[in-house]
């Protein structure tokens, strides 16, 4: 089959084409998140991501404006069931990377251990870049590896986050089926137990219905 010629899209590539600079900007690069960590304090950062996915980040942590003794600080990378995934004591700089074994709420700890004295201690900056997914693979390495166009490599991460898209989508169906089972699951307990209740009531009732008439007779209060 004859490959179409540069710079003449074939039919039904034109709207692709058109497209391509929305998509790209899709899959653009994560702003990293920077905040000010206080002497002996702990802030955690927390986020939720899908199993089999490669996480990747860097950090750097600042020294305080005016200190002689560097930053010192702490980072700790768990899983909602402890599992320590990345430690690091005495952190300044340095890259971490992680594929995850099923959906999780991942949480990246940094603690400092700056002592607080009787005056104002200055704030450490945190810098954290932290990418999982389509923006955790090195798209370069891989063009390397593959002698890939530039082009090519564009259209293999558009490919991998259409990808990513419906793996998220499949798996909010899934989720969506099994609240949907649960709702379902709950509303046939609550029928069978009101249900219950009710023939409890009705039986309650009669009981007291021939329990009153008894003792009125034996009164002879009726006949």
């Given amino acids: 089959m004859p490959l179409p010629l540069p710079g ?11 497209l391509l600079p929305l998509l790209l900007l899709l899959v653009g690069p994560a702003r990293p998140i920077s905040f000010q960590l206080p002497g002996k ?13 490669l996480v990747t980040g860097e950090y750097e942590i600042g020294a305080p404006p005016g200190s002689s003794t560097g930053p010192s600080a702490n980072l700790k990378i768990t899983d909602s069931a402890g599992h320590i995934l990345y430690a690091k004591e005495d952190a300044t700089k340095g890259k971490f990377a992680f594929t995850t074994e099923d959906y999780d709420m991942f949480e990246a700890c940094f603690e400092s251990k700056l002592p607080v004295g009787t005056g104002r201690m200055p704030d450490q900056l945190v810098v ?35 990808e990513s898209i419906v793996n998220d989508f499949a798996y ?18 609550v029928l069978y137990f009101s249900i219950f209740s009710m023939c409890c009531l009705i039986g309650l009732a009669t009981w007291q219905v021939f329990y009153l008439r008894r003792f009125f007779k034996a009164k002879k209060l009726i006949e």
């Avoid at 003449?8 to 058109?18: S, T, W």
């Avoid at 304090?41 to 996915?53: G, P, Q, S, W």
């Avoid at 909010?172 to 307990?189: A, L, P, V, Y």
């Fill in 8 to 18: 003449r899209p074939r039919l039904g590539q034109a709207p692709l084409l058109a």
């Fill in 41 to 53: 304090a702990r802030k955690c950062l927390r986020e939720e991501i899908h199993r089999d996915t």
């Fill in 128 to 162: 954290l870049d932290m990418k999982h997914g389509v923006e955790a693979k090195n798209y370069e390495e891989i063009a390397k590896v593959e002698k890939l166009k530039p082009l090519e490599v564009e259209l293999r991460r558009l490919e991998d986050l259409s």
């Fill in 172 to 189: 909010m169906k899934k989720r969506e089926e099994e609240m949907r089972d649960t709702n379902e699951s709950t509303n046939t307990r």
